[in-house]
């Protein structure tokens, strides 16, 4: 669909049918889907590339919790100087890794995971539910008490580093 070029996601279209369409209008932020005509892979299943500058947009209705984020990703580097998050609100968020290289999840509080291998790929989901609060990360759980803060209308996916994502469930 790009022939040997580099191909651009503008618009990541929402498939649950909540139209929670993710958007990138800005050419320099636009994450790409495939270099060269090959598309990029995360356990053999199409991914965005993010390098660092990429990002997207999703306006979706927002929602008191309970409610739950996830994502698949994977990064070269889990430490890069800053977070690497994968859904950053003003009430809540899902980090794949802090400035100390660890998942997180927040609306409030705080639930950290434990350490991640470059080069690897992570099944994340965090369930917001108050006290009641878990991050997975692949079959690690850790729960607690991430807050209370809702899932915001507008929110930004894939901000500050993360490298890849074959997909996010909100």
Known sequence: FVGGGTGYITTWWDQSGYGGHAYQ??????????TGGALYMIGGQPALYLDGSAWMQCTIAERQQPYSVGAIVQASDWSIGTNNRIYQGASSRLWASNAFGVPVIGAGSDIFGGGLTDGAAYGMCGVYDGASSHLRVNSAVVTGDAGTGK?????????SGSSGAS????
């Open 25 to 34: 209008t800005s050419a320099s932020a636009q994450p790409k889907i495939c």
């Open 151 to 159: 899932r915001d209308a507008d929110i930004n996916l894939f901000t």
């Open 167 to 170: 997909g996010i469930n909100m």
